[in-house]
């Protein structure tokens, strides 16, 4: 899963979190990607939270992915599947 959002602070970032985790959302994750939060809380106030987040569901969590709201953004397909080895994101993108 891809997380990225613009211009909120951390306690609504929590929030956020807290009500995936409790729909169950994280059970189905490999992994959790912060992307960019431009505008947000800074970075070293979502840390923790991404820390959090590993710790109670048992999931790798990445921070710093290029994407959203920023000017060098990439780009991905709703519900595109991705492989993330060794911290390396890696995306194949279907023929066309």
């Keep these: 899963m ?10 609504k970032l ?3 979190l807290t ?3 409790l729909n169950g959302v994280f059970r189905g ?3 959790v990607i912060f992307a960019n ?12 939270l991404a820390g959090r987040l ?9 921070s710093g992915l290029a994407f959203g709201h920023c000017a060098r953004s990439l780009s991905f ?16 993108f279907p023929e066309c």
């Design 77 to 92: 397909l709703c519900g595109e599947d991705v492989l993330l080895s060794g911290g390396v994101l890696k995306v194949r």
């Design 37 to 48: 939060f431009r505008k947000c809380t800074p970075s070293e106030e979502i840390q923790p």
């Design 54 to 62: 590993a710790e109670e569901n048992s999931i790798p969590v990445y």
């Design 19 to 21: 009500q995936l985790r």
């Design 29 to 31: 994750c490999a992994a």
């Design 14 to 16: 929590d929030r956020a």
């Design 2 to 11: 891809i997380l990225e959002d613009i211009a909120e602070p951390v306690r």
